[in-house]
């Protein structure tokens, strides 16, 4: 019948009443840079912090805003915090709270990767409590009137910049937490390729596995967000055709521009939530200091593997968007066809080494095991996932 809803959606679509947005303004092309100015008058910040990491100062990427905003002017009209750490700690968040507070900002301006986007995103939080808990995050029930955030990323990867979450390492645990709330959402976002095009080959592959991950683990993840599945399946096609001359080519605006794109799109599709990938990944950046898109593309493919053997069919679809012809292969071999692409793509762009060769050892897998399993993402994974099962999928992958 025409019009109807296939029966996989109809029988998703019976079991729960879902709810689902995605509501940034984003601001996307080569110089779009060069509207903050006025979108900053708009929003009615007049005093900006901005956030960023050490590493970023200096570079093709963080002159052009100090111009837009006027480099004499630093110290005066806006402020800096250059501390973020790669893996942000829960310092990243206090110590620009403080400066906001002492320099009478009115909003946080964040420039760089996922690492300075969450540590920015997450500073209002006390700035609207200053001194409080952040272990005790979800107690407080009211988040409401944190001040603006503009977000740039200057990476393509984790999506940051659309998210409504943080994630930090907070002193109490020592582990990462994620801070969700949909009050952390950017008020403007600014997708500049420009801004993108001095990001050294490896980090862009490794920023850009990190965008193929969330969409690939949102697509399959069971819960019930049709809107989310069509942006994550276009977020993968656009990868698949733009991170290979991106890493290549580090001055190709049309790729760096899809990756942009992708990589937001990665982070509005994981609204649905993650997968086992992710459950194994954070743990590595805790505890073996790996680059968390570096960590999700080691563990992909061992985990693609598992998932497909429990759920087979699971992959049909992503191997479209690959641009594979698998619509009419029995399960198994459009499961197999996907991953065998993934791992040769991962490869192409030189992730296809192990976990072995980046310091993980068979000592560390007591902790890890420990960590992925305390880790949320593996809840709402294709497949249940044991704890046991952790283990062998890091083993897989060493």
Known sequence: MRGAASPD??????????????????????????ELPARLAKLGVRRPLVVTDNGLLGTDA????AQVLGVPAQGANWFLYSGVHPNPIESDVREPAALFQDKHCDGVLAIGGGSALDAGKAARLLVKRPGFDLAKFYDEPDWSGLVPFIAIPTTAGTGSEVGRSSVITLDATKRKAVLFHPELLAKLVILDPELTVGLPPKLTAATGADALTHCLESFTCPAFHPMCDGIALEGIRLIVDALPRAVRGGKDLDARGKMLVAAAMGAVAFQKDLGVVHSLAHPLSNICG????LANALCLVASMKFCAARKPGLYRRVGVACGLEVMKCPDREADERTI??????????????????????????????????????????AVPVTEADLRTLYEASM
């Not at 959606?9 to 709810?19: K, Y």
């Not at 963080?62 to 805003?65: C, E, M, Q, V």
């Not at 790996?290 to 898109?293: D, N, P, R, T, V």
């Open 9 to 34: 959606i109809v029988q998703r679509m019976s079991s729960a009443v879902a709810t689902f947005s995605f509501p940034t303004t984003t601001l996307f092309g080569a110089g779009a840079l060069g």
């Open 62 to 65: 963080f002159r052009p805003l």
């Open 340 to 381: 065998a692409f993934i791992g040769e793509f991962l490869a192409s762009i030189g992730l296809n080494t192990k976990l072995r060769d980046h310091g993980v050892k068979p000592e560390h897998l007591d902790a890890l095991v420990a960590q992925a399993w305390d880790d949320p993402c593996h809840r709402t994974n």
């Open 290 to 293: 790996l680059h968390h898109g």
